[in-house]
Structure formats: structure tokens, C-alpha cells
Nanobody
Framework: QVQLVESGGGLVQAGGSLRLSCVAS????????MGWFRQAPGKEREFVSV????????NYADSVKGRFTISRDNAKNTVYLQMNSLKSEDTAVYYC?????????????????WGQGTQVTVSS
């Protein structure tokens, strides 16, 4: 069982930056691929980014490529999402998710564990 807790959301002006963090419980964090998803009001949850268990591989949604960077620190059981050049369309609840021994899962149904989410609001 893995518990995930996100933090770092908030209100930011367009063009600004935020860094989200997700801390995982347990001693097997380094065996999990970690993903970030988001869900805006009235929309389906969508993939944002994923990082492999080793940190050697990453993938991003086209909408965030070049602006967002995912990273992880296995010693701290933490995955990060650095978000730069934020736009109003990035406004959403951001969720981190975990899937053990997976490569680079990009579909929400591929993940076993989810955090409670953190709100990101970008004002224009």
C-alpha cells in the first residue's frame, strides 16, 4: 500500500511558476513509476507527465512540453513537478499517481495509487 500526499499548489499569475511535490509512504518508492495528472472543472482527468522508477525516463503531454519538468528524489520518496510559464488553461486540480514496476504509463487506469490532489489556479 502506498499513500501519496501532494503539496505546492496555489494561486499564481499567468507567466509565473509553481513547484508541486508528492511525498510517498513506504520503503519501495524507487520501484514505482510516478505520474502527474490534472483535472479542470467539467473536464476529464488528463495526463501531464510521468517519470520512470529510476528517473531515467520521462514523458510529457504536448500541452506542457518545454514548460513543465518532472523529477524525483528516491532518497526522499518525493516526486516533483516544476511548472513554468503557467497559463490560465493550466488551472486544475493536480494529482500524483503511482504504478509499481511500470515503464512509462500515461493512462489513468494504469495507476494503482492516487493522491488527494492539490489545486493550481492561474490568473490571467
Amino acid at each position: 500500500q502506498v499513500q501519496l500526499v501532494e503539496s505546492g499548489g496555489g494561486l499564481v499569475q499567468a507567466g509565473g511558476s509553481l513547484r508541486l511535490s508528492c511525498v510517498a509512504s513506504g520503503r519501495t518508492f524507487s520501484t514505482y513509476a510516478m505520474g502527474w495528472f490534472r483535472q479542470a472543472p467539467g473536464k476529464e482527468r488528463e495526463f501531464v507527465s510521468v517519470i520512470t522508477w529510476s528517473g531515467g525516463g520521462t514523458n510529457y503531454a504536448d500541452s506542457v512540453k518545454g514548460r513543465f519538468t518532472i523529477s524525483r528524489d528516491n532518497a526522499k520518496n518525493t516526486v516533483y513537478l516544476q511548472m513554468n510559464s503557467l497559463k490560465s488553461e493550466d488551472t486544475a486540480v493536480y494529482y500524483c499517481a503511482a504504478r509499481q514496476w511500470a515503464a512509462i504509463p500515461t493512462k489513468s487506469h494504469e495507476y494503482n495509487y492516487w493522491g488527494q490532489g492539490t489545486q493550481v489556479t492561474v490568473s490571467s
